[in-house]
């Protein structure tokens, strides 16, 4: 295993400050590191090695890969990248988008529009006529209302309406007239291929990353003889569904109980099945809604390995607290909180004061770490459902949470019931039965343990099931937006 050969030309690389204090060992300039973003930096993605790709093939994917793929997501990133982390470099650009306002009254009815900047324009320009006001409504930008004025005076005259008594208004932001939904697939050429890539480019760079060898993911890197690598992205990538009865719910209620929604998470892992095989997997899931596995060996024959990846999107400004006013049973809330590594402190927690003192100061010095424990985010997750199931079993109040829960099967509760406390049970390595394991009744009345990206290759699930899936988590994340931007829009407001 080499850490510093990037993985797409596999060559050896070395710093630029290193080659130009030592050119005369060179022959010809060599391959430099590089800062390269697993997960893109147009996506908010924050973990960037300099070891896994060199520059020249870094600009090559940003050209080839990167520009379509994030392309893809502005769907997201356009309509609320106020609320989200600074990106590492460059600023926010504002770029169109294309979309449907539909009609809240008959969803037949659609009109073609644009959105930038979260203002909805009208593709082509329209008017509306109030007879009892005596106002023109036209629906356009502002030039394009001006060049269309003309053509509406005279329609409107030709209607026999004297136009010298109206009064003309203009609407550039139309989205009080409907519903908005915006393309994502609709209209892009070779979409399969340029999402798929996509994902396969995070996938390989996160697991080289973990100090996988490139020699070792032939299912989504083919090197030629020359050593040159080459991503695949056919026949290797496949859709989460959520089979188990914990993941089942865990994404019914995720924007609801994920503390960071929406997030990215990376998790790579080895699985070992019967016969001793063993296959080598990364999960990705972006923005909490596009959920795949990569199928990177299929033969893998490395050591046991999981890793995993887990980032916040949404900026975190938190207001300065009085250490000394909370309740010391309550310290672990804000220590939480304010993501403070009580490591730090020097000295022993029976000396109170200095403690104390150790904790207002990083809560003065707090800034938001986007970079957060997958572990204590799933704990979480997995104890508001297991406080769900309590208060659904006790009957003293519901939620839509507690409803879900309330009308498990018999079946589906037992191994809900087993899988969390399969989780709590082994805390320390619990975690990674999440998105790699799930159990199910075996048809003799017994729990089996199955392969969660396994289920979801063999597509054991109805198309239709996939396809309620995927509505919901589109459902999730516009509603999301819509709040989010509502919220945004009541504080510019006060």
Not at 250 to 261: K, M, T, V
Not at 281 to 299: A, G, M
Not at 412 to 425: G, I, M, Q, S, T
């Amino acid at each position: 295993m080499s850490m510093n050969i990037c993985y797409q030309c596999g060559q050896q690389m070395v710093t630029e400050a290193y080659y130009n204090q030592n050119k005369s060992q060179f022959t010809a300039e060599p391959r430099f590191n590089h800062n390269e973003h697993i997960i893109q930096n147009a996506l908010y993605g924050r973990l960037k090695p300099d070891h896994i790709l060199c520059k020249q093939c870094g600009n090559e994917y940003s050209t080839a890969i990167d520009k379509d793929f994030v392309s893809l997501f502005q769907i997201i990133t356009e309509r609320v990248k106020d609320q989200f982390i600074n990106k590492d470099h460059g600023k926010d650009s504002s770029n169109t988008m294309k979309g449907y306002l539909f009609d809240p009254d008959d969803p037949e009815k659609k009109r073609d529009v644009q959105v930038r900047d979260n203002v909805v324009t009208p593709k082509d320009p329209f008017y509306e006529y109030d007879d009892a006001k005596q106002t023109v409504y036209i629906y356009a930008n502002k030039i394009r209302a001006k060049q269309y004025q003309p053509i509406v005076e005279k329609e409107l005259t030709a209607k026999g309406i004297n136009i010298n008594y109206l009064t003309f208004e203009v609407i550039d932001d139309a989205s009080s007239l409907g519903v908005l939904g915006i393309f994502f697939s609709e209209g892009v050429e070779n979409f399969h291929q340029k999402f798929t890539l996509g994902f396969c480019k995070i996938a390989v760079g996160f697991a080289t990353y973990c100090g996988i060898d490139r020699s070792e993911l032939p299912h989504a890197l083919k090197i030629d003889a020359s050593g040159k690598g080459e991503l695949i992205s056919k026949n290797n990538i496949y859709p989460f569904f959520p089979i188990g009865s914990v993941d089942s719910q865990l994404e019914l209620g995720r924007p609801d109980i994920e503390r960071h929604y929406p997030s990215h998470t990376l998790i790579l892992f080895s699985q070992t099945f019967a016969g001793g095989s063993k296959k080598l997997f990364c999960y990705v899931d972006l923005f909490s809604t596009f959920q795949y596995y990569v199928l990177l060996n299929d033969n893998y024959t490395g050591q046991e390995v999981y890793q995993n990846y887990h980032q916040a999107l949404v900026k975190q400004i938190k207001e300065r607290q009085d250490v000394r006013k909370t309740r010391h049973k309550y310290l672990n809330i804000l220590i939480d909180d304010f993501q403070i590594d009580t490591k730090k402190f020097i000295g022993s927690t029976s000396d109170m004061e200095a403690y104390l003192d150790f904790l207002q100061a990083e809560v003065d010095k707090y800034s938001f770490d986007p970079g957060i424990d997958l572990k204590v985010e799933i704990y979480r997750m997995l104890d508001h459902l297991m406080q769900s199931y309590i208060a659904a079993a006790s009957g003293l109040f519901s939620t839509p949470t507690i409803e879900n829960l309330d009308n498990l099967p018999d079946v589906h509760r037992e191994a809900f019931l087993a899988e969390l406390n399969y989780y709590f049970e082994r805390n320390e390595d619990g975690i990674e039965f999440y998105r790699k394991n799930f159990l199910e009744d075996d048809g003799h009345g017994d729990l089996e343990t199955m392969s969660a990206p396994l289920e979801c290759i063999h597509q054991l699930t109805t198309n239709e099931a996939r396809r309620v899936y995927c509505t919901m988590k589109f459902n999730q994340m516009s509603n999301w937006i819509s709040e989010s931007l509502q919220a945004n829009n009541s504080l510019v407001a006060d």
